[in-house]
C-alpha cells in the first residue's frame, strides 16, 4: 500500500514539473500496465470529473506513438497536454520540422503542418481523457496483442458556454 502512495506522489510531482499541472490524484484506476516492448500507463482521476492517462517510455516517444497507445487502450484522448504548458508546444514542432523538410514551401493552413506536429517528441506523455469505451486494454508482448486488463466505463461531459 505504501509503494502505492509513493507511486501516486511521484505521478503528482511528474505531472506539476514536466506539464506545469497540478493534480490531486483521488483513484488509480490502472497502475503501470504495459503500453508496448519499452512503455507503460497509468490511468487515473484526478478529480471526479477528469480522468488522465500518464504514458512513459524507456525509449524515445512521438505524439503520434502516444496517440496510437491511447487509441489501442480502448479510450479517446480529449487533449494531450504539451510539456511546460506550452500551448504552442507541438505547433511549433510542427513547423520547424515542415520548414527543414520543404525549406522553400510556404504553410498556407495548419492542414499542412499536421502531420509534422505527430513527430514532436513527447516523452513522458499526459493525456486527458474523452472516454473509456468500456473496458481498458494493455499489451501483451508474447503474442503481440492488446488484452483486457480491467472493466471501465467513463465519458466525459463538456458543457459549452
Known amino acids: ?18 506539464f506545469d499541472v497540478s493534480l490531486r490524484i483521488t483513484e488509480v ?6 503500453t508496448g516492448y519499452t512503455s507503460t500507463a497509468t490511468v487515473f482521476k484526478a478529480s471526479p470529473t477528469a480522468v488522465y492517462v500518464l504514458i512513459r517510455s524507456q525509449s524515445s516517444q512521438v505524439l503520434a506513438d502516444a496517440q ?22 507541438f505547433e511549433r514542432i510542427g513547423v520547424e520540422k515542415f520548414k527543414s523538410m520543404f525549406p522553400g514551401k ?5 492542414d499542412d503542418t499536421r502531420y509534422y506536429q ?8 499526459l493525456v486527458r481523457v474523452a472516454k473509456v469505451k468500456g473496458d481498458i486494454r ?6 503481440k496483442s492488446w488484452r ?5 466505463t467513463y465519458n466525459r ?4 458556454q
Request: net charge negative; glycine share 2%.
Open 1 to 18: 500500500m505504501n509503494d502505492d502512495i509513493y507511486d501516486n506522489e511521484a505521478i503528482v510531482r511528474l505531472c506539476r514539473q514536466a
Open 106 to 110: 510556404h504553410i498556407m493552413s495548419d
Open 68 to 89: 496510437k497507445i491511447v487509441r489501442q487502450m480502448n479510450i479517446d484522448a480529449e487533449e494531450f497536454l504539451p510539456p511546460h504548458g506550452d500551448a504552442e508546444y
Open 157 to 160: 461531459i463538456a458543457f459549452k
Open 29 to 34: 484506476i490502472v497502475r503501470q500496465i504495459s
Open 118 to 125: 505527430t513527430l514532436a517528441p513527447y516523452n513522458p506523455a
Open 148 to 152: 483486457k486488463v480491467r472493466d471501465y
Open 138 to 143: 494493455a499489451f501483451h508482448s508474447e503474442s
